[in-house]
């Protein structure tokens, strides 16, 4: 595992360094490719073939997509990114202050093992993947509003790139 | 093993808030946001891993399972945040063509003479 | 693209296949992984894959924009409706144990219907906005 | 079933379903309609509620028959269903209102998405404030977030979509820091019930990644206040919008936002941590008189009139931040009143200006906020809009008889609780900034001559008047009889604080 996390860090670090956008995408698929290999590492099957699907396909094809509609690579910057390193540093320190603090790794008596989990595991309704029956039926609610946040945006998406009124002539989809 | 997973998840969590504030050009930003959004998916579910789990798959074989909670929580904000990506993408197609531009500077610019230029002016 | 004969012979071929695969995710989702939202993706990528193959319009022309809005809206309600069918049946919002006599039965039902929701709506979507990205472009009067 | 008993739920998602019946229809008058008994069916029952937790005090509903903390929880006490109260009440009178401004304000064939966003927005926002769990919070947090991007965005002006573009970045960075904030408390309590996170992290209280949770969640929900100088997105978002979202957004997005605030303040991380352990007080009493002075002496030298009126939100949100820093149920109180008072004041006045923005546009055009050289004189031909606006920027002010004067008084009160009289003149002098750019509007609309071309202009429609008018009345209505919202305010911070009620 140490290995694909080193490969993410080399990955995001080129996407910063990358003024090529067509590369910077396929570096992010790739980036989101390795993420969900390490979440297989980590047991998160689900996790891992939605991480797959969504980071490395679909987000691939929306940037291409978008990316195709503007045509466009990043300029070089013009000032000096002394507000953004600053701002990331101390984002930085302060995270590291609190992650070393936490529970160890794989510490069966960390509070997130010890409390609610258990009850789930129990499989008192029957479904053998705990990862649906937590996310449809426990925590439905929050599933419910997952959907609401797809439907925003797709009627979003509808609102903003709707042609306005002059439809003109649809074919050639090789946007995609 | 701990403090190296930790610290990756906080390399890449920096890496991408810097590119989002840092970066002009509006695709690359949100490249950066997912960057940042999905780093934060280690943090939840790094910790939910047991030594000898396996998947929260339950079948008589196991009996010791990884934390499924995190996972759950996870697999909504990984839909979050490709709805966000989405939409930023449509917005910056339409900056693009609005404008002609996706580079934050020249958009400012351009903003700055549409406000000296024509103030207000009906037709 | 739309004049390689191999690539629509493959298509034929592998979009049943794609779609095949994408219901058996939607109801092996309490065995093993997947779920309504994965089986969404990949429903929507076979018909994405259609598109590329035999064209944006012969996609329109068999999954209308029309019936691809309806989706969006229909997935949404069909969760939210089966949160008020647990009303109407006397328990709390999104309570599943009242949808039948038995309990258990009751939880499988209800996460059958959430998780066909959910799958409608992403399906939906990522099919819409295929459809609003490949076709936005074409217009050109913003472009040279 | 009795509706009574499901009304928490209810309260969040008719509102939330009317959208998706929107998009099915397809059609704007029917989607109007539907969003619109939405809103409305959102608004009873949320005075349905608020009469049940003065009866019968906290309510708790196990959504899914779930016990909580395995299940998610909805959870109304007093603060809860007094900004309940607010947010949809305030979509209920802007609801109607935008009926006569969208049709010219965004084309025909997006109202139905247009009414669709709204619905979103507004379940998304409720329930951020009705639920009892810290993940479910993000969730509807970005359903309010992403709908409320795509309102922006479909402001007729080019700058609204970069505008909706910086909200979206700065925004979901405010939202991926909450996750952070989030998941740095389920690591250390595991639990995401937010009564049993408060319970259990009086064990772990003192330890490093508590305060790092602490430090996320303020500058990821700052972020969505606009505390400043996290305020930047604010300005044009505001300005570029179609005025009914400026005004619902005004009103409700960042009130809730600073409800989030002092729910994890008082209610999960407890007044003793959050005040003593970290010099967040000073800080966030540093913030707001920033926000007070340089963000109400920018309004001033706005020339367009929602510009100006946005630079004075941040400046009022300073004033709400600063009662949240005393830690004290005076100060608390104050805060509380003034999420009111103050959004119903800005409600009103950008539904005014959006009436009186397409009064000044001649039919058939795109409206363009004016300028102010064109607001010369208008008094005399939009005499009702015009002193509403007036008698809601007094408001703004603080002059006694309006609401914002019980806010500030409040506020006054609560420095000199704590002696620290300085800050009672700070009070009184950043006020004199909003008497400056009030009275900018009174000097052109009264006192100047209109200009000669100005006689197609007629006062706005009554559909338009009356919804804004109902807001100006309540404006005065709230300085006078205060029984209700101090009433809500005190018995809401005094729960929080937990000292009786």
């Known amino acids: 595992m140490h290995v694909l996390l080193i490969l993410m860090m080399l990955a995001v670090l080129a996407i910063a360094r990358t003024r090529n956008l067509f590369s910077v995408i396929v570096l992010s698929g790739i980036y989101s490719f390795l993420m969900a290999t390490v979440f297989v590492a980590l047991d998160a099957v689900d996790v891992a073939m939605t991480e797959a699907a969504v980071g490395a396909g679909v987000s691939t094809v929306l940037l291409l997509g978008a990316l195709h509609l503007c045509r466009s690579d990043e300029a070089k910057p013009t000032h000096r990114p002394w507000i953004p390193l600053s701002l990331s540093t101390a984002t930085a320190a302060m995270l590291i202050y609190g992650a070393l603090g936490l529970p160890g790794f794989a510490d069966p008596d960390a509070p997130i093992h010890r409390h609610v989990v258990p009850r789930y595991l129990q499989n008192e309704i029957d479904i053998p993947n705990v990862v649906t029956a937590v996310l449809a039926s426990f925590r439905g609610f929050d599933t419910l509003g997952e959907t609401a946040v797809v439907f925003t945006a797709g009627a979003g998406i509808i609102a903003l790139l709707r042609r306005r009124k002059k439809n003109g002539k649809e074919g050639n989809p090789d946007a995609g | 093993m701990t403090h190296f997973t930790y610290m990756a998840t906080v390399f890449l969590m920096v890496a991408g808030l810097y590119i989002v504030i840092a970066r002009g050009n509006l695709i690359k930003k949100l490249i950066g946001l997912s960057i940042l959004q999905s780093s934060v998916f280690l943090l939840y579910v790094a910790p939910g891993k ?23 929580l996870i697999l909504t904000a990984i839909v979050v945040g490709v709805a966000t990506l989405a939409l930023g993408l449509a917005i910056t197609v339409r900056i693009r063509e609005a404008y002609g531009t996706i580079e934050e500077d020249e958009i400012v610019a351009l903003d ?3 406000f000296h230029d024509r103030p207000e002016n009906q037709s | 693209m739309q004049d390689d004969l191999v690539l629509r012979v493959i298509g034929k071929i592998l979009i049943p296949y794609i779609l095949l695969f994408a219901v058996y995710v939607q109801f092996h989702g309490d065995f093993g992984p997947g779920g309504g939202f994965q089986a969404g993706v990949i429903f929507a990528t076979g018909i994405v894959f259609y598109a590329l193959i035999f064209g944006l319009q012969q996609a329109r022309a068999v999954i209308s924009d029309g019936f691809v809005e309806a989706m969006l809206a229909a997935g949404v309600l069909l969760y939210a409706g089966i949160g008020v069918a647990g009303l109407l049946l006397g328990g709390n919002y999104l309570d599943y144990f009242v949808l039948s006599s038995d309990p258990i039965h009751g939880q499988h039902r209800g996460i059958f219907w959430v998780e066909l929701g959910v799958a409608i709506t992403v399906c939906g979507v990522m099919i819409k906005i295929f459809y609003m990205f490949a076709s936005h472009g074409d217009g050109g009067e913003h472009r040279q | 079933m009795s509706i009574s008993a499901h009304l928490p739920v209810l309260q969040v998602v008719l509102p939330l379903i009317s959208a998706p019946l929107a998009v099915l229809l397809r059609h704007g008058g029917f989607a109007a309609a539907i969003v619109t008994t939405g809103a409305w069916a959102a608004f009873a029952a949320a005075i349905g509620l608020w009469l049940q937790v003065a009866e019968s005090g906290t309510l708790s509903y196990h959504i899914g028959n779930w016990a909580p903390p395995w299940g998610i929880e909805y959870r109304v006490d007093r603060l809860t269903s007094f900004v309940l109260l607010l947010v949809s009440g305030t979509a209920a009178i802007v609801l109607p209102w935008s009926r006569a401004s969208i049709e010219r304000e965004i084309p025909q064939e997006l109202h139905y998405l247009y009414y669709a966003m709204f619905g979103l927005c507004l379940a998304g926002l409720l329930g951020i404030t009705i639920t009892g769990d810290a993940f479910n919070i993000f969730v509807f947090l970005e359903i309010s977030s992403l709908a409320t991007y795509v309102l922006i965005a479909m402001g007729r002006d080019r700058r609204a979509l970069t505008a909706a573009y910086r909200y979206l970045i700065m925004g979901s960075i405010g939202a991926t820091f909450i996750v952070i904030g989030i998941g740095f408390l389920y690591l250390m309590t595991g639990t995401l019930n937010l009564a049993d996170m408060a319970v259990r992290l009086r064990e772990v209280e003192n330890t490093r990644p508590v305060l790092v949770a602490l430090a996320f969640l303020t500058v990821g929900i700052s972020l969505k206040l606009a505390l400043f100088p996290l305020h930047q997105w604010l300005p044009n978002a505001y300005t570029y919008a179609p005025s009914a979202v400026t005004a619902f957004l005004a009103a409700t997005a960042t009130k809730v936002s600073v409800y989030v605030l002092i729910r994890f303040y008082y209610s999960i991380f407890g007044e003793s941590l959050v005040f003593e352990q970290l010099p967040l007080p000073q800080i966030m009493l540093v913030l707001s008189l920033l926000a007070m002075f340089i963000a109400s002496f920018i309004a001033i030298f706005q020339d367009n009139l929602k510009l100006l009126f946005a630079y004075s939100s941040i400046g009022q949100i300073g004033y709400i931040t600063l009662g949240l820093s005393f830690g004290s149920v005076t100060g608390l109180t104050g805060s509380i009143v003034h999420l009111l008072n103050h959004g119903i004041a800005k409600a009103a006045i950008f539904l005014l200006i959006g009436g009186l923005v397409l009064g000044l546009t001649r039919p058939g055009t795109t409206p ?53 009289f300085w800050l009672v003149g700070a009070i009184v002098l950043s006020s004199l900034l909003a008497v400056a750019y009030v009275w900018r509007f009174v000097e052109v609309a009264y006192f100047s001559p209109p200009p000669a071309s100005s006689t197609d202009i007629k006062e706005a429609p009554f559909s338009l008047l009356a919804p804004a008018w109902l807001l100006v009345i309540a404006t005065l209505w709230f300085g006078l009889d205060t029984s209700f919202s101090i009433g809500a305010a005190s018995d809401a911070a005094r729960q929080l604080l937990k000292t009786g009620s």
């Not at chain 2, 079948?59 to 990884?66: A, D, I, N, Q």
């Not at chain 4, 809601?392 to 609401?403: C, D, E, H, N, R």
């Open chain 2, 50 to 72: 047991l030594l000898g789990g396996t998947a929260p798959i339950l079948s008589p074989e196991f009996s010791l399972y990884s934390n499924p909670l995190p996972h759950v």
């Open chain 2, 112 to 114: 700055q003479d549409d």
């Open chain 4, 368 to 420: 363009v906020v004016p300028g102010f050289d064109r607001l010369a004189g208008l008094s005399k031909k939009m005499p009702l809009t015009c002193i509403g606006i007036v008698i809601a920027g007094l408001s703004l002010i603080g002059v006694p008889g309006t609401a914002g004067f019980i806010s500030k008084w409040y506020l006054i009160l609560a420095a000199l609780e704590q002696g620290q």
